[in-house]
């Protein structure tokens, strides 16, 4: 089964953190990485800049608007995300409960659904 | 560059579609999910299971704590996203306007953050 960790932090937690932490944080992130892609567990996964570089896009009666900033201005920031694989939630909580970053921020572990045509 | 689109919605609108309207709704995503790998642009899309099902993961002082359901309770839930490759943010914004979802939620549109490993780590 296909699973997603969406990461969320306060940014300004990890704002506050000085470099040689943030790299230390980076660093274990990466290796986590390697770490689960040897497991098999890997397919994909993304950081993401800061919620002030989004654009936000909504089509209405064929018009599209883009607005400044996040879907949401919330308290945490969803700050990048992981597709895995693993056996059930308990596996893949698990594997999200490794990441280093899990000890400043929280992790949703959602289960995918697959689209089917008709 | 790398662009996150996180396609947000109200479930419980889509949950009251008709079943006709719903097989529609999937089968437009999926011919969008096409165009896009037609046209070199698609990384990767996944739509997400209902909020319902998902499980929170936090660990402090070495301590793992699961709660059922998702991180945060709001009227619009994260429903799926889209990986994109584009020039820029505004060949993003098109390709997001495009995802059939946007008539229904809104797209949040990011760019991805590339990490670079310390020196350390290289060696």
Do not use: W
């Not at chain 1, 098999?40 to 900033?69: C, E, F, M, P, W």
């Amino acid at each position: 089964m296909k699973f997603v960790f969406l990461i969320y932090h306060e940014e300004k937690t990890l704002d506050a953190l000085p470099a040689k932490e943030m790299q230390t944080l980076v660093d274990g992130a990466l290796d986590y990485d390697e770490e689960i892609r040897r497991s098999g567990h890997y397919i994909v996964s993304n950081a993401l800049q800061r919620a002030r570089t989004a654009r936000t896009v909504r089509v209405r009666s064929g018009k599209v608007s883009t607005t400044d900033g996040p879907f949401a201005e919330t308290k945490e920031q969803l700050g990048g995300f992981f597709l895995v694989e693993a056996k059930d939630i308990d596996e893949a909580c698990a594997v999200a409960a490794r990441f280093p970053p899990a000890r400043l921020g929280t992790i949703e572990v959602r289960p995918v659904q697959e689209l089917e045509h008709s | 560059m790398k662009y996150a689109c996180l396609v947000y919605l109200v479930e419980k609108e889509m949950e009251a579609m008709s079943e006709i309207e719903a097989e529609a709704c999937t089968d437009e995503s999926l011919a969008y999910d096409e165009a896009l790998r037609r046209s070199g642009q698609l990384i990767v899309a996944q739509a997400l299971a209902p909020v319902e099902t998902a499980t929170t993961v936090r660990v402090r002082k070495g301590k793992l704590t699961a709660t059922d359901g998702p991180f945060a309770e709001t009227k619009e839930q994260l429903g799926g996203f889209i990986l994109i490759e584009a020039r820029d943010l505004n060949e993003a914004i098109q390709a997001a306007s495009r995802i059939p979802l946007a008539r229904r939620g809104s797209i949040e549109v990011r760019p991805i953050k590339e990490l670079r490993p310390s020196v350390r780590r290289i060696r």
